[in-house]
């Protein structure tokens, strides 16, 4: 024992007097205190939260697209239902007793606060069932948002609103059971912009479950802050006009302004009309569109992976002449095909032997089997295995074998083999340029989006560079879009041997005997071009055209997938023709009327 | 060699007691996200079941403890300390910044507030210097030892700033004066420790006329003459208002605060030619006690206005209670007794609470966690509560004096000294009877750090009791 143990005793006597006066200090606020205990017990507190109105959606030209209209949702409050008049509520809303049963059972569960019964009521029924609300404890209105649409159109680029899922609600504060969400689209990549921030109201309420009026005069309300406008880089009459146009085809149009990579038309066909997807009948809309066989909801413009075929040749020429392969004066000739130690590719007939120009204004496949096996067994590189990865390169940096990373979130990647694709399947060394010679053609082991192609004859366009395709050109209130979207990717390819290439697309269109695709000339527009044919193994193949226009200053960069349409000169080019003159100049001359009028009366739905 | 372990030896009340404040706390924890939507009890985005798994880890942690060498806790406790100094300083240096403080790691998604374990290396450090043999409490070279061993973490945690936790230092007076610290001292020490939060508090006048008085009330007592107190009185207010009146009638620019100031300086010349002349030398320390008193609020408040950034001082503010970016003064503390008063003598019943589900009470699941004990349990469940909890004490009393060996002892009282100065506190700052300092409720608040530091503090006692009848040292 040392001389200080008795303090214990001190210590243990100072916690039983500060225990004791909290103890004392709990009794008087809990048990002899009644102020605390008035506005608790006789009133409570009702949250209702504030929906803000989602942000609208315009056009280029500033045409309202998308807008709101409103909703009623009818909600159950488990903990404050009383004894009412079951069968009248029935007959305001038109509804079973049954029904009324099982809803009040279901949210009688406890792991929700307060369940929708009955959502997006009529504004009719709402007016009615208005005026009786306080013979229903328990019930409560909620007034919501939901999308309408000015034009039918373009519904995989403005996406649709959907309910937030139990999986999303998990990782985000923000979003509670029953929610909306943008799903798809510019809905679901603007989703941030366009909510706005929900606000609350916080209510006395008395043991009716009447309101009494704002709690602590509103000190925890909070405005709802509404959602920002979008203008989006669309053009409305383009998107309606190609939907127009494709409404027979399977297949996708991508058009961009290649000065600022804004997408003007974004179209996967078949489509669907966005009001279909909003209000009560969404979920069964969509049961329908997903079981339809010619899949409507797949967006082809972005998802849908096909060889670029012929299209893919203007990057071989421009790879060529960079790496010093081949110049604007090589000639190869063709003898209706490409022949080399057992290896064949045919080829149509045309003038031979060709230069570089006419190489791409014919679309020759000899020519660029040889410009691609230069390429690949270039001496400047110490085997195949280098050269290919300088090639694949190139090709990357034009967005192909990734995502553009545009602004949409189900982007797909497309498909650029790297080189352990190649050793594991014939082996390492084992491949070379005449192996892989179908790449020379923009066959085989290779896959792009309609959307890459779009960006590439955008770069074509610009000689050189290419901004990200994006599909929002405005935030009001932020007035700026992602700094990705502003920066210039440059190619490292000159722009001369960009030129070059355009002169040989300038002929393919505008040129004489040969040219590939003066199916697209247009007389007063100088559009440039290049077909191409997507190899189908599971049928016939798909009808390609890339384009831009006019050759100088260009304003317009277009990709056109017609599936099963086989040559690129047969749909593709003559819609995508179409497709430039209608943006140019607004409509479509009259002395092509007979063009517009072939293309929407031939259906390549309906031979499936 | 470890001992075998005699599970007979093991301090069960002191386990029991500790299981019934872990398990009713979880169930508060639950019952605050409960209205919210009810999943799982694991579900580890919530509260309750990210806390559950900090509790089942905690379990872990006690038998590895008990699976460890029990001398171990006295020689590693110098290098425990050093290194939870490091964890102090990393923090302040590469901490995550949460609520304009640094006083969090975060790592691999868990986040860590070395803070809560600096109590910890304390409490073994302050055991382990005090039990040596040689160590005079009462002399200046020890004083001076321990009281830089309890400043330097202090000190360091009040830098991030998290001044709240740096106040709970002062807890281990507790520790030092049933070691034999002075009693004088052991008051003047909670006395700056009062002092250093009312001049966080209060505007620097109202600090000082506070001084004042309470110097005069102590001359009173001492000198218990009547004509020495009016002598003494009428001295400054004599000087107060002849201040008053020439600030008046002149327009001098001086406000109340240099008022005061002014009228001190010049009472106390006066004060110092009276003590002199007639040789009242004991008010001397009145004097003394008053002006560094008066120097110690200085230092408090220059810290304050200069050493913090603003962004810092705001984080010290509304910890306070003085700013929050909603509500006014007050705002938190109201909400906090509302939820406490509208339970009742009976409570709403578990789960049934609505106060502390709206969000009204911040920090509802951590510092305020007692809100929703006297929400839905009542004035009974609050009085259990801390029943419980004076029960738990006063067992750690018991069992520290049954210790053979100092460093036992002492440690044990350390572990004492935190939970009594966080559970009173705590208690306290809920119910409006102390500041609010934003410091969990131990076993209570949600927070795995603190739960797990809380933890191991306790069981390294319980651990080092059950060895009491071999182990001496």
Same mark, same amino acid.
């Given at each position: ?357 006419? #190489?791409?204004? $014919? =679309?020759? !496949? /000899?020519? &660029?089997? *040889?410009?691609?096996?230069?390429? @690949?067994?270039?001496?400047? %590189? ?16 034009? #967005?192909?074998? $990734? =995502?553009? !990373? /545009?602004? &949409?979130? *189900?982007?797909?990647?497309?498909? @650029?083999?790297?080189?352990? %694709? ?187 | ?473």
């Amino acid at each position: 024992m040392d001389r200080f143990a008795t303090r214990k005793n001190i210590i243990v006597l100072i916690i039983l007097v500060v225990s004791a006066g909290l103890v004392m200090r709990l009794f008087y606020l809990q048990v002899i205190d009644t102020s605390y205990k008035l506005s608790a017990e006789n009133n409570s507190k009702r949250i209702e939260i504030l929906y803000p109105a989602r942000g609208l959606i315009y056009d280029r030209n500033h045409e309202l697209l998308v807008y709101n209209q409103p909703v009623y949702d009818l909600m159950i409050a488990p903990f404050e239902l009383q004894a009412f008049d079951s069968t009248e509520l029935c007959e305001i809303l038109k509804i079973d007793l049954e029904r009324l049963r099982s809803g009040i059972q279901r949210v009688r569960n406890p792991r929700y606060r307060r369940e929708p019964f009955i959502k997006q009521i009529s504004p009719e029924t709402y007016a009615v069932l208005q005026e009786k609300m306080y013979k229903f404890p328990g019930f409560y209105v909620r007034s919501r948002t939901l999308r309408k649409y000015n034009r039918e159109i373009a519904a995989h680029l403005l996406g649709y609103v959907g309910e937030v899922d139990e999986k999303l609600i998990a990782s985000d504060n923000y979003y509670v059971m029953g929610d909306y969400i943008g799903v798809s689209g510019i809905e679901g990549y603007y989703e941030a912009a366009l909510r706005g921030e929900k606000g609350q109201e916080v209510l006395l309420v008395d043991v009716h479950g009447r309101v009494q009026g704002p709690f602590q005069d509103g000190r925890f309300d909070r405005d709802a802050v509404v959602g920002r406008d979008l203008e989006c880089t669309i053009d409305a009459e383009l998107q309606e006009y190609g939907e127009k146009l494709m409404k027979t085809y399977k297949g996708s149009i991508v058009a961009i302004e290649p000065s600022t990579g804004e997408i003007l038309t974004l179209i996967s066909a078949p489509t669907y009309e966005p009001s279909l997807l909003v209000g009560r009948t969404r979920t069964e809309n969509y049961i329908k569109l997903e079981k339809d066989t010619l899949e409507p909801l797949f967006n082809r413009a972005l998802m849908a992976n096909y060889p670029p075929g012929s299209t893919f040749k203007p990057v071989h020429a421009l790879i060529g002449l960079q790496e010093g392969v081949i110049s604007r004066n090589s000639t190869f000739s063709c003898t209706q095909g490409f022949y080399a130690r057992g290896v064949s590719v045919g080829c149509h007939v045309h003038k031979s032997p060709l230069n570089l120009i006419e #190489g791409i204004q $014919n =679309s020759c !496949n /000899a020519y &660029f089997c *040889n410009v691609f096996r230069n390429i @690949i067994d270039n001496p400047d %590189y110490n085997n195949v295995t280098e050269a290919y990865n300088s090639w694949r390169d190139y090709v990357m940096a034009f #967005g192909f074998g $990734n =995502s553009l !990373n /545009a602004d &949409f979130i *189900n982007e797909l990647n497309g498909f @650029i083999a790297p080189t352990f %694709y190649y050793d594991h399947y014939y082996g390492e060394n084992r491949w070379n340029a005449l192996t892989i010679i179908s790449l020379a053609i923009g066959q085989g082991e290779i896959l792009t989006t309609p959307l890459q192609m779009a960006n590439l004859a955008a770069t074509i366009a610009n000689k050189g560079y290419y901004y990200i395709p994006h599909t929002v050109r405005n935030i009001a209130g932020i007035d700026t879009i992602e700094n990705r979207f502003t920066e210039r990717r440059v190619i490292p390819v000159d722009t001369a041997n960009f030129s070059i290439v355009a002169e040989g697309m300038d002929l393919a269109v505008n040129g004489g005997t040969g040219s590939t695709a003066r199916i697209a000339y247009i007389s007063d527009i100088k559009v440039c071009g290049k077909t191409g044919t997507a190899q189908n193994p599971q049928g016939r193949d798909h009808s390609v055209f890339i384009a831009f226009a006019p050759k100088e200053e260009p304003r317009i960069a277009i990709a056109v997938y017609v599936e099963h349409g086989e040559w690129g000169a047969s749909y593709a080019a003559p819609i995508a023709s179409l497709m430039i003159e209608k943006y140019l100049k607004g409509s479509v001359d009259p002395g092509r009327k007979w063009l517009e009028a072939t293309m929407l009366s031939r259906n390549l739905l309906s031979e499936q | 060699m470890t001992e075998k372990l005699h599970i007979e030896d093991i301090d069960w009340i002191t386990i029991i007691l500790y299981l019934v404040l872990v398990v009713f706390g979880w169930l508060n924890i639950f019952a605050v996200s409960y209205n919210e939507r009810f999943r799982s009890i694991f579900d580890l985005s919530m509260n309750y079941g990210d806390q559950l798994i900090w509790i089942l880890t905690s379990f872990v942690m006690i038998i590895l403890l008990f699976a460890v060498d029990h001398r171990s806790f006295y020689f590693f406790a110098y290098p425990v300390y050093g290194f939870a100094i490091v964890l102090l300083l990393a923090v302040v240096l590469f901490g995550t910044e949460v609520n304009n403080a640094r006083s969090w790691f975060r790592i691999f998604g868990v986040n860590f507030q070395p803070s809560e374990f600096a109590k910890l290396a304390t409490a073994l450090a302050l055991a382990r210097f005090l039990s040596g043999w040689d160590v005079k409490i009462r002399s200046w070279k020890s004083m001076v030892t321990l009281l830089m061993m309890v400043g330097v973490p202090a000190m360091i945690i009040a830098v991030q700033p998290d001044w709240g936790t740096a106040l709970v230092f002062s807890g281990f007076v507790l520790l030092l004066y049933r070691e034999g610290m002075p009693g004088w001292m052991a008051a003047m020490i909670l006395f700056l420790a009062g002092l250093f939060l009312f001049t966080l508090l209060l505007v620097p006048a109202e600090v000082i006329i506070a001084l004042i008085a309470f110097a005069f009330i102590g001359f009173a007592i001492l000198s218990r003459k009547a004509k020495h107190i009016v002598a003494g009185g009428a001295i400054f207010g004599a000087f107060l208002l002849v201040l008053r009146l020439m600030t008046d009638l002149l327009s001098l620019d001086l406000n109340q605060y240099q008022v005061i100031l002014i009228t001190l300086v010049l009472s106390t010349i006066v004060y110092l030619i009276m003590i002199y002349l007639y040789k009242l030398k004991r008010f001397l320390l009145v004097l003394a006690i008053l002006f560094g008193s008066i120097a110690f609020t200085f230092t408090v408040d220059y810290m304050f206005h200069n050493f913090l950034k603003p962004h810092q001082q705001m984080r010290i503010n509304i910890l306070l209670g003085k700013e929050t970016d909603i509500q006014d003064v007050g705002y938190n503390l109201n909400q906090s007794k509302i939820a406490i008063g509208s339970g009742g003598f009976m409570g709403k019943g578990f789960l049934k609470g609505t106060q502390t589900k709206l969000n009204f009470v911040p920090e509802q699941s951590t510092d305020f966690i007692f809100c929703t004990i006297g929400e839905e349990w009542g004035f009974v469940g609050t009085t259990l509560v801390i029943a419980v909890f004076v029960g738990l004490l006063i067992r750690l009393i018991f069992l520290a004096e049954r210790q053979k060996s100092n460093f036992a002892r002492i440690y044990g009282y350390g572990v004492l000294s935190v939970i009594f100065f966080h559970f009173s506190i705590n208690i306290a700052m809920t119910i409006g009877l102390f500041p609010v300092i934003g410091i969990p409720l131990p076993f209570f608040s949600y927070g795995g750090s603190a739960f797990l530091a809380f933890t191991l503090m306790l069981f390294i006692f319980i651990r080092l009791d059950s060895v009491r009848k071999v182990y001496v040292i």
